[in-house]
């Protein structure tokens, strides 16, 4: 008999990480999955209406849980303030109504965790802390649940690339493919458009970069808040060779990062694992990132690309211009990435694992 899950869950056709996770994965389950959608749906809310709206998740999803006997829900927080507040209750209303769940967190803001968190650790034992089981992208946010005094079971796993990506032809191993001239490279920052993603430190290491490479290009794809200042930055300060794409998803997104030849992420934001460094392994580039999160856990610095400093433009200036004077190595590192994604990222790999936790977790 199939296990039937219920995963909560923004709305998978709007933009963002967990969305592009479990769309990924969706057509690979076995088990009897259904979703329970909350948040705005991609809609701009007023702050009465986003109160009353969650007001309406919790009593539907209290309803859902009531109505359906499900094996196990498996929530998706983040460690920041409002995914924290607003999933704990969702995880109250499973211990309520005495339904097993699962806490997967996807993102994990260190300072929010050091002046909230820990403050208030008696609400997260009451909430949180009653999950049959835990999920993580990396080990340093395992260690921190165990600090908490979390005793039942915590599994390690990764995020995933979306399944096109691995159906596409290894662009280094195409007849006509020929090494780039000197400076005819694409660099690409793909992510939402937020000050924290790092999205500055690349335009302005761009900018030097530039100077150096003439022929050097930026794509810049995503959408967010910051967007309308990225925008103006580029244009007031006449900035060339750099596109601006806004939200792509598909074939659309899985050309662009087949067309680029360098990833860029110096993020300094509480990641967990962005599945967009995933893409970028699984389609050959070399990944330019900082080291958050679950990525430090398995990230090969020098082998599959490098790591800088949060907020260093300089490194990202330095480390692009190794890639871009030596394309053997652009070549070298894409093929690793390219084989150790498909190894480890591919859609029906996650989701086994992630399956697995959920029988063992019904089990505990």
């Not at 793909?190 to 022929?215: C, M, N, T």
């Not at 433009?313 to 070549?331: A, H």
Request: net charge positive.
């Amino acid at each position: 008999m199939k296990n039937k899950i219920l995963i909560h869950s923004p709305n998978l056709s709007t933009p963002g990480g967990k969305q592009t996770y479990f769309a990924s994965l969706l057509n690979h389950f076995t088990s009897d999955i259904d979703f329970f959608f909350y948040g705005a749906q991609g809609k701009k809310e007023g702050k009465l209406r986003v109160i009353t709206r969650l007001v309406s998740d919790f009593w539907k999803f209290y309803r859902k849980l009531k109505k359906n006997k499900y094996d196990l829900v498996h929530l998706n927080p983040s460690m920041n303030m409002k995914s924290f507040f607003r999933d704990s209750v969702f995880a109250l209303i499973c211990r309520l109504t005495g339904t097993r769940m699962t806490v997967f967190w996807h993102g994990w803001q260190w300072e929010f965790e050091k002046k909230t968190t820990q403050k208030i650790l008696p609400w997260f034992r009451a909430t949180f802390g009653k999950a049959d089981s835990m999920i993580v992208l990396g080990k340093e946010f395992a260690d921190q649940l165990g600090k908490y005094g979390y005793k039942k079971p915590i599994y390690p796993i990764t995020t995933v690339a979306d399944p096109i990506f691995f159906q596409m032809e290894n662009k280094f191993e195409k007849a006509e493919t020929s090494n780039h001239e000197n400076d005819g490279i694409t660099l690409l920052f793909l992510s939402r458009i937020e000050r924290v993603k790092g999205i500055y430190e690349a335009l302005e290491s761009f900018e030097v970069l530039q100077k150096r490479f003439p022929q050097l290009k930026l794509k810049i794809a995503g959408t967010g808040g910051e967007l309308p200042a990225v925008t103006e930055y580029v244009q007031s300060r006449k900035m060339k060779g750099v596109e601006l794409l806004g939200w792509i998803t598909g074939k659309d997104k899985a050309d662009v990062f087949y067309e680029s030849d360098i990833y860029l992420l110096p993020s300094y934001h509480g990641e967990g694992l962005p599945c967009s460094i995933l893409e970028a392994m699984a389609t050959g580039l070399p990944v330019i990132s900082t080291d958050v999160g679950g990525i430090k856990d398995f990230f090969e610095d020098g082998q599959m690309g490098y790591f800088v400093e949060m907020k260093n433009p300089q490194q990202i200036t330095e480390k692009v211009s190794l890639l871009v004077n030596d394309q053997e190595r652009i070549r070298t590192m894409g093929q690793y990435n390219i084989h150790y994604a498909h190894n480890r990222f591919t859609p029906e790999k996650v989701s086994a694992e992630l399956e697995r936790i959920y029988s063992e977790s019904i089990s505990v």
